[in-house]
Protein backbone atom coordinates (compact mmCIF):
# COMPACT_ATOMS: atom_id res chain seq x y z
CA UNK A 1 0.00 0.00 0.00
CA UNK A 2 1.31 3.32 -0.67
CA UNK A 3 1.49 5.19 2.25
CA UNK A 4 3.63 7.91 4.25
CA UNK A 5 4.43 6.53 7.46
CA UNK A 6 5.11 9.31 10.72
CA UNK A 7 6.16 8.11 14.32
CA UNK A 8 5.49 8.34 16.79
CA UNK A 9 2.04 9.73 16.60
CA UNK A 10 1.51 11.00 20.25
CA UNK A 11 4.68 12.53 21.63
CA UNK A 12 5.20 14.43 25.04
CA UNK A 13 8.42 15.57 26.32
CA UNK A 14 10.12 18.38 28.11
CA UNK A 15 11.49 21.17 27.44
CA UNK A 16 15.22 20.37 25.85
CA UNK A 17 15.33 16.92 25.56
CA UNK A 18 16.07 16.43 21.95
CA UNK A 19 13.66 14.47 19.90
CA UNK A 20 13.33 12.80 16.19
CA UNK A 21 10.04 12.05 14.15
CA UNK A 22 10.27 10.08 11.44
CA UNK A 23 8.65 9.45 8.23
CA UNK A 24 8.98 7.24 5.59
CA UNK A 25 7.29 7.00 2.11
CA UNK A 26 7.31 3.78 0.04
CA UNK A 27 6.45 5.61 -3.42
CA UNK A 28 9.49 6.94 -4.69
CA UNK A 29 8.30 10.49 -4.40
CA UNK A 30 11.17 12.93 -4.84
CA UNK A 31 9.56 15.43 -2.68
CA UNK A 32 9.44 15.67 0.89
CA UNK A 33 8.30 18.26 3.42
CA UNK A 34 7.18 19.11 7.01
CA UNK A 35 4.56 20.84 8.37
CA UNK A 36 3.34 22.12 11.26
CA UNK A 37 -0.82 22.41 12.24
CA UNK A 38 -2.10 25.10 14.23
CA UNK A 39 -5.78 26.28 14.72
CA UNK A 40 -6.41 29.23 13.09
CA UNK A 41 -3.32 29.20 11.02
CA UNK A 42 -4.00 25.82 9.04
CA UNK A 43 -0.50 24.21 7.88
CA UNK A 44 2.85 25.66 7.75
CA UNK A 45 6.01 24.77 6.26
CA UNK A 46 8.61 23.77 8.10
CA UNK A 47 11.13 22.67 5.76
CA UNK A 48 10.97 20.48 2.64
CA UNK A 49 13.07 18.53 0.15
CA UNK A 50 13.48 18.19 -3.54
CA UNK A 51 15.54 15.32 -3.69
CA UNK A 52 18.41 13.16 -1.41
CA UNK A 53 21.12 15.54 0.15
CA UNK A 54 18.28 19.00 -1.08
CA UNK A 55 16.98 20.51 2.04
CA UNK A 56 15.68 23.67 2.08
CA UNK A 57 13.25 26.18 4.58
CA UNK A 58 9.94 26.71 4.57
CA UNK A 59 7.99 29.32 6.57
CA UNK A 60 8.83 28.59 10.02
CA UNK A 61 12.08 26.41 9.90
CA UNK A 62 13.39 28.11 13.26
CA UNK A 63 14.41 25.38 15.70
CA UNK A 64 14.09 22.73 13.42
CA UNK A 65 16.62 20.29 11.96
CA UNK A 66 15.86 18.32 8.59
CA UNK A 67 17.91 15.55 6.73
CA UNK A 68 17.83 13.48 3.47
CA UNK A 69 20.01 10.87 3.34
CA UNK A 70 18.22 8.73 1.70
CA UNK A 71 15.22 9.03 -0.83
CA UNK A 72 12.07 7.70 1.31
CA UNK A 73 13.08 9.32 4.50
CA UNK A 74 12.83 12.65 5.88
CA UNK A 75 13.17 12.98 9.75
CA UNK A 76 12.23 16.08 11.59
CA UNK A 77 14.85 16.85 14.45
CA UNK A 78 13.86 18.91 17.55
CA UNK A 79 17.49 19.65 19.23
CA UNK A 80 16.02 21.78 21.77
CA UNK A 81 12.28 21.35 21.85
CA UNK A 82 10.15 24.73 23.87
CA UNK A 83 6.83 24.99 24.70
CA UNK A 84 5.83 27.12 21.34
CA UNK A 85 6.68 23.85 19.30
CA UNK A 86 3.69 22.14 20.52
CA UNK A 87 1.27 21.28 18.02
CA UNK A 88 0.46 18.57 15.32
CA UNK A 89 3.00 17.67 12.90
CA UNK A 90 2.47 16.30 9.71
CA UNK A 91 5.03 14.74 7.20
CA UNK A 92 4.08 14.82 3.63
CA UNK A 93 5.35 13.57 -0.15
CA UNK A 94 4.69 14.04 -4.07
CA UNK A 95 6.42 13.52 -7.12
CA UNK A 96 6.98 17.38 -7.09
CA UNK A 97 5.28 17.73 -10.70
CA UNK A 98 2.21 19.66 -11.54
CA UNK A 99 -0.88 18.76 -10.09
CA UNK A 100 0.40 16.31 -8.05
CA UNK A 101 -1.43 16.47 -4.56
CA UNK A 102 0.67 16.05 -1.69
CA UNK A 103 0.04 12.47 -0.11
CA UNK A 104 0.52 13.09 4.21
CA UNK A 105 1.02 10.79 7.30
CA UNK A 106 -1.04 10.28 9.74
CA UNK A 107 0.50 13.34 11.74
CA UNK A 108 2.51 13.32 15.17
CA UNK A 109 1.02 15.32 18.05
CA UNK A 110 3.96 16.60 20.08
CA UNK A 111 3.44 18.44 23.40
CA UNK A 112 6.59 19.59 25.16
CA UNK A 113 5.94 20.89 29.23
CA UNK B 1 4.06 35.73 -2.66
CA UNK B 2 1.06 33.45 -2.18
CA UNK B 3 -1.55 33.60 0.02
CA UNK B 4 -4.57 31.52 0.61
CA UNK B 5 -7.69 32.70 2.98
CA UNK B 6 -10.68 30.90 4.14
CA UNK B 7 -13.11 33.59 5.78
CA UNK B 8 -15.19 30.87 7.15
CA UNK B 9 -13.78 29.33 10.42
CA UNK B 10 -17.40 27.04 10.88
CA UNK B 11 -20.13 26.55 8.69
CA UNK B 12 -22.95 24.20 9.44
CA UNK B 13 -25.09 22.04 6.95
CA UNK B 14 -28.31 20.72 6.82
CA UNK B 15 -27.54 16.66 5.89
CA UNK B 16 -28.85 16.12 2.01
CA UNK B 17 -28.66 19.91 1.33
CA UNK B 18 -25.22 21.56 -0.73
CA UNK B 19 -22.42 23.45 1.22
CA UNK B 20 -20.40 26.18 -0.61
CA UNK B 21 -16.68 26.28 1.61
CA UNK B 22 -15.18 30.10 -0.17
CA UNK B 23 -11.43 30.39 -0.68
CA UNK B 24 -9.70 33.48 -1.97
CA UNK B 25 -6.03 33.41 -2.95
CA UNK B 26 -3.31 35.95 -3.88
CA UNK B 27 -0.64 34.97 -6.58
CA UNK B 28 1.11 37.02 -9.41
CA UNK B 29 2.11 34.21 -11.23
CA UNK B 30 -0.29 32.74 -14.16
CA UNK B 31 0.25 29.43 -13.42
CA UNK B 32 -0.81 27.73 -10.20
CA UNK B 33 -2.66 24.66 -9.06
CA UNK B 34 -5.45 24.60 -6.31
CA UNK B 35 -6.09 21.79 -4.00
CA UNK B 36 -8.66 21.11 -1.44
CA UNK B 37 -7.83 18.55 1.61
CA UNK B 38 -10.60 17.15 4.06
CA UNK B 39 -9.50 16.52 7.87
CA UNK B 40 -11.64 14.17 9.45
CA UNK B 41 -11.73 14.44 13.33
CA UNK B 42 -9.44 11.05 13.12
CA UNK B 43 -6.49 13.80 11.98
CA UNK B 44 -5.33 12.34 8.62
CA UNK B 45 -5.18 14.99 5.83
CA UNK B 46 -7.41 13.60 2.69
CA UNK B 47 -7.06 15.04 -0.81
CA UNK B 48 -10.24 15.55 -2.11
CA UNK B 49 -10.02 17.91 -5.94
CA UNK B 50 -7.40 19.82 -7.96
CA UNK B 51 -7.54 22.65 -9.92
CA UNK B 52 -5.77 23.88 -12.05
CA UNK B 53 -4.91 27.51 -13.45
CA UNK B 54 -5.34 27.26 -17.11
CA UNK B 55 -8.48 24.33 -16.99
CA UNK B 56 -11.20 25.87 -18.77
CA UNK B 57 -13.39 24.02 -16.91
CA UNK B 58 -14.54 23.60 -13.45
CA UNK B 59 -12.97 19.89 -11.62
CA UNK B 60 -15.33 17.95 -10.14
CA UNK B 61 -14.84 14.57 -8.71
CA UNK B 62 -18.04 12.92 -7.55
CA UNK B 63 -20.23 15.13 -4.91
CA UNK B 64 -17.55 17.40 -4.89
CA UNK B 65 -16.62 20.37 -7.37
CA UNK B 66 -14.53 23.44 -7.08
CA UNK B 67 -16.40 26.83 -8.66
CA UNK B 68 -13.34 28.11 -10.19
CA UNK B 69 -13.97 32.05 -10.33
CA UNK B 70 -10.12 33.30 -12.31
CA UNK B 71 -10.76 36.88 -12.03
CA UNK B 72 -11.83 37.21 -8.65
CA UNK B 73 -9.34 34.51 -7.63
CA UNK B 74 -11.42 32.68 -6.03
CA UNK B 75 -11.74 28.73 -5.52
CA UNK B 76 -14.67 27.74 -3.57
CA UNK B 77 -15.56 24.10 -3.18
CA UNK B 78 -18.76 23.07 -3.16
CA UNK B 79 -20.22 19.45 -1.55
CA UNK B 80 -23.41 18.48 -2.86
CA UNK B 81 -26.00 15.96 -0.86
CA UNK B 82 -23.80 16.76 2.30
CA UNK B 83 -23.30 13.40 4.44
CA UNK B 84 -22.73 13.28 7.99
CA UNK B 85 -19.56 11.58 7.61
CA UNK B 86 -18.38 15.50 5.55
CA UNK B 87 -18.24 16.33 8.88
CA UNK B 88 -14.60 17.91 9.12
CA UNK B 89 -12.13 20.28 8.53
CA UNK B 90 -11.34 21.40 5.14
CA UNK B 91 -8.45 23.48 3.61
CA UNK B 92 -7.43 25.25 0.41
CA UNK B 93 -3.82 24.83 -0.48
CA UNK B 94 -2.17 26.11 -3.40
CA UNK B 95 1.45 25.65 -5.39
CA UNK B 96 3.10 27.26 -7.79
CA UNK B 97 3.04 25.43 -10.99
CA UNK B 98 7.13 25.99 -11.62
CA UNK B 99 7.19 25.08 -8.10
CA UNK B 100 4.48 22.74 -7.00
CA UNK B 101 6.13 21.53 -3.82
CA UNK B 102 5.75 25.37 -2.08
CA UNK B 103 2.26 24.69 -1.17
CA UNK B 104 0.35 27.08 0.77
CA UNK B 105 -2.58 26.15 3.27
CA UNK B 106 -5.39 28.51 4.40
CA UNK B 107 -6.56 28.56 8.19
CA UNK B 108 -9.01 26.03 7.29
CA UNK B 109 -13.40 25.75 7.64
CA UNK B 110 -15.07 23.07 10.04
CA UNK B 111 -18.21 22.27 8.40
CA UNK B 112 -20.75 20.48 10.37
CA UNK B 113 -23.41 18.57 8.83
CA UNK B 114 -26.92 18.34 10.76
CA UNK B 115 -28.62 15.53 10.88
Known amino acids: EAQVTQNPRYLITVTGKKLTVTCSQN?????MSWYRQDPGLGLRQIYY???????DKGDVPEGYKVSRKEKRNFPLILESPSPNQTSLYFC????????????FGNGTRLTVT | AQKITQTQPGMFVQEKEAVTLDCTYD???????LFWYKQPSSGEMIFLIY??????QNATEGRYSLNFQKARKSANLVISASQLGDSAMYFC????????????FGAGTRLTVKP
Open chain 1, 92 to 103: ASSTGRDNSPLH
Open chain 1, 27 to 31: MNHEY
Open chain 1, 49 to 55: SMNVEVT
Open chain 2, 27 to 33: TSDPSYG
Open chain 2, 51 to 56: QGSYDQ
Open chain 2, 93 to 104: AMGLSFNNNDMR
